[in-house]
């Protein structure tokens, strides 16, 4: 894979392009957060490592403009920040994962496989899924409702991915978050309810069905029976 790295600690860039090289990727280096921007903007990469506390300007801000720009290639933060308000700040912002520093080589990689499994599906997967009204391509990464594309955020998508692979069936809030994001979080905070509603709003404004519901001190459902 081709991967950019953003990150201006020395040793946890070198630490981190070792790792990965080791594994057989291509690594690409920026040291800010401008630097960064740029080469993200000019080259298609398969995953960005993004550092929080860059010297120029700060890693959410990176992040922000890469996705107002439309690059959609998952973002995984590196930061030495622990707690879960910085974490669901950088997902909001558009972020696909949050690791930790330090951090463990493994975990590490096994982040990035994970969000390229959920990102890219190999040879022979199903690639489209339907819901009724709504339907959503993972190659293309497009959603429709009634066959009017629905544009939506990384974060929305990855969650909307997983509803509509789990039609009919309760899902609670650790299984969504482990599965759309890899991260637990605690189940007082309102960051999945948050973007459930988002979802919910851009599908009735299309039509008046309600899809996703909830199930009280269960979690959500995707309800694609007929009415």
């Known amino acids: ?3 950019l790295v953003i990150e201006d600690d020395r040793i946890v860039r070198t630490l981190v392009k070792h790792v990965l090289e080791k594994e057989g990727h291509e690594v690409s280096i920026a040291e800010k957060g401008e630097t960064g921007e740029e080469i993200a903007l000019r080259e298609d990469f398969d995953i960005i490592i ?3 506390g860059l010297p120029d300007k700060s890693g959410l801000d990176v992040c922000k403009v890469l996705r107002e720009n439309d690059v959609t290639t998952p973002i995984l933060i590196l930061s030495a920040y622990q707690n879960t308000d910085t974490k669901i700040t950088g997902l ?5 994962d949050y690791l930790t520093k330090p951090f463990d080589n493994k975990e590490l990689l096994a982040r ?29 990464r497009e959603f429709y ?3 009017q594309k629905v544009l939506l955020t990384n974060n ?9 692979k789990n039609p ?27 973007y459930v509603s988002y979802l919910r709003k851009k599908i009735e404004e299309i039509t008046p069905k309600s899809y996703i519901q909830t199930i009280r001190k269960k979690g959500f459902m995707l309800n694609c029976e007929k009415d």
């Open 1 to 3: 894979m081709k991967i």
């Open 50 to 52: 993004l550092d929080l």
């Open 92 to 96: 909001n912002t558009g972020a696909d």
């Open 112 to 140: 990035i496989d994970a969000i390229t499994r959920r990102v890219n599906k190999g040879p022979g997967s199903k690639n489209t899924y339907e819901c009724g009204e709504l339907k959503i391509d993972l190659i293309s």
């Open 145 to 147: 409702v009634k066959d």
């Open 156 to 164: 929305e998508f990855n969650l909307m991915a997983y509803l509509l």
């Open 168 to 194: 009919n069936r309760i899902l609670d809030k650790d299984e969504l978050t482990n599965n759309v994001w890899d991260i637990n979080f605690d189940t007082n905070t309102n960051f999945l309810n948050v």
